[in-house]
């Protein structure tokens, strides 16, 4: 059974940095696409980065140059460092694997098939 158990949330002043994790077990770790996506009240999930089979990342317009997506392939985690926030970066940020293995999910939130818990962050201006 795949499990994604992400770490607790946190609060920030616009400027600060947070980094979010999410271990990942049940399945071959390597073989799937993950990424990061986050929802703000009233708003769809958007993916904000995401981790390619061959370690190619993909970020978002609004979060490029900022955020920083990596993975711990000993410690099947995923890791999103998030610099440089500001208040528009406040949400339910999530972590999710890629429906099939091998396959390039990329943002595209209806082809993933596991979800991480959820974790709020809030940042304030």
């Known amino acids: 059974q795949v499990h994604l158990v992400e770490s607790v949330g946190g609060s920030v002043q616009s400027g600060g940095s947070l980094r979010r994790s999410c271990a990942a077990s049940?399945?071959?770790?390597?073989?799937?696409?993950m990424g990061w996506f986050r929802q703000a009240p009233g708003k769809e999930r958007e993916g904000v980065a995401g981790?390619?089979?061959?370690?190619?990342?993909t970020y978002a317009d609004t979060v490029q140059g900022r955020f920083t997506i990596s993975r711990d392939i000993a410690q099947n985690t995923l890791y999103l460092q998030m610099n440089s926030l500001n208040p528009e970066d406040t949400a339910m940020y999530y972590c999710?694997?890629?429906?099939?293995?091998?396959?390039?999910?990329?943002?595209?939130?209806?082809?993933?098939?596991?979800w991480g818990q959820g974790t709020q962050v809030t940042v304030s201006s």
């Open positions: 999710g694997r890629c429906d099939l293995p091998y396959y390039p999910c990329d943002f595209v939130a209806n082809r993933y098939a596991d």
């Open positions: 049940g399945y071959r770790y390597t073989n799937y696409y």
């Open positions: 981790f390619g089979i061959s370690g190619l990342t």
